[in-house]
């Protein structure tokens, strides 16, 4: 019975010691999400803040960056099993006034779930 109850408390401890998510500095967390689709203009102020912080996003899993950074305003499942998500920085086609070459942060996860590729894109935005 010791044995056991030990081995339960192990497993515990490994799986429960995560990483913490990352500060991205000048970037509020709460405004991100918030903002749906870049509409009300608050992730606009955060775009130099959130190009200089990039690198921070590259590695989280699909859950750390919904903890972060909310559900994504677009997601696209891929071939082998990559998504994309994409979170409009300016007026996305949702909004009642919509940017046409929408400032975007896209990532892409690898199939097990991790942002392998961060970056902003500037474009249309049809895909």
């Known amino acids: 019975m010791s044995l056991k109850f030990s081995l339960v408390l192990i497993v515990f401890l490994i799986f429960s010691c995560g990483k913490d998510l990352p500060n991205l500095q000048g970037v509020d967390s709460e405004k991100w999400k918030g903002d749906k689709n870049a509409c ?3 992730r606009k102020t955060m775009e130099s803040s959130l190009q200089e912080e990039i690198n921070k996003l590259k590695g989280l ?3 750390d960056i919904i903890k972060l950074l909310g559900r994504p305003d677009e997601n696209e499942l891929y071939e082998r099993n990559q998504k994309f998500y994409t979170y409009f920085i300016s007026s996305g ?6 940017d046409t070459a929408a400032h975007k942060l896209i990532l892409r996860f ?3 779930g ?3 590729l961060v970056s902003i894109q500037v474009g249309e935005t049809d895909k």
């Open 40 to 42: 009300l203009g608050d």
């Open 61 to 63: 899993s699909e859950m």
């Open 93 to 98: 086609p949702a909004c009642a006034i919509a």
């Open 110 to 112: 690898n199939a097990m």
């Open 114 to 116: 991790f942002a392998q």
